[in-house]
């Protein structure tokens, strides 16, 4: 089989993944632009519609196709990926269209927001600076992952980039929001974590139930936290839990 492999220091990289996989990296660690990139990438491969494409997806900062060997030959698909990735420079590209923002009530309340005050200290600000900044602007959903529909939401400012703790909170419900390097999760199922909880919500983002959109959030959607009372919290019922869908694109 020949080797498809580029240079492993340059970007956007191509690396083949088992036998019927291929990866497009553009960046080693999470960067906007190329998320933006992996994002766009993946958008346009899905509107070239190759017969033996399987299935794309996207993580923080590349883009996954899988493919059928037996309809499509892997250098053939390389070939393909490289002379769609010498059509522009994707890094400056537009986001794809159809995304959403869901603007997500979050109570910052006591019980709800037990680790608020560390995750501020650690980021040099106040708990009130650290609310204000969590619900200032919309952050993207850089990817899925973890558990079905679990969007990575980010890149938040710079003095964000806290550690994961050391040790795990044994149990934090469905809807907590939690905090960790530059980036926000709303949990999606009750988990053990390393990250510092902050808040609490009554969204859902995996509602196997639900046979039209099971995984409310894709790749690219917006999410904009807005700050309610505990009492307000309360009030809200989930999987919706007082959430607002606009379309952004």
Do not use: K
Not at 114 to 124: F, I, N, R, S
Not at 182 to 201: E, K, N, S, Y
């Amino acid at each position: 089989m020949q080797d498809v492999t580029d240079t492993p220091d340059a970007f956007p990289r191509l690396t083949p993944l088992g036998l019927d996989g291929l990866l497009v990296t553009f960046a080693d660690r999470l960067d906007e632009a190329a998320n933006r990139a992996a994002l766009a990438f993946r958008a346009a491969i899905d509107g070239e519609a190759w017969e033996g494409v399987l299935e794309t997806a996207t993580s923080l900062a590349s883009t996954f196709i899988a493919f059928d060997p037996a309809q499509l030959d892997r250098q053939n698909l390389a070939t393909r990926l490289r002379e769609l990735l010498d059509t522009r420079d994707w890094f400056a590209a537009e986001l794809p269209s159809g995304r959403r923002r869901l603007t997500i009530p979050v109570s910052f309340d006591g019980d709800h927001a037990p680790q608020l005050d560390e995750a501020a200290e650690l980021a040099g600000l106040t708990r009130s600076q650290a609310v204000a900044e969590i619900c200032a602007r919309p952050v993207r959903a850089l990817a899925l992952g973890y558990a079905p529909g679990q969007a990575y939401l980010g890149e938040l400012d710079a003095h964000w980039n806290i550690d994961r703790q050391r040790d795990l909170t044994p149990r934090v419900e469905t809807g907590a929001l939690v905090t960790a390097v530059r980036q926000l999760i709303v949990f999606a199922t009750t988990t053990p974590t390393g990250w510092r909880q902050i808040g609490m919500t009554r969204f859902h983002g995996f509602r196997p139930d639900d046979p039209d959109r099971p995984i409310v959030l894709a790749p690219g959607d917006e999410v904009r936290f807005t700050p309610v009372s505990a009492a307000e919290l309360d009030a809200l019922s989930p999987p919706d839990g007082g959430v607002t869908v606009e379309d952004v694109a």
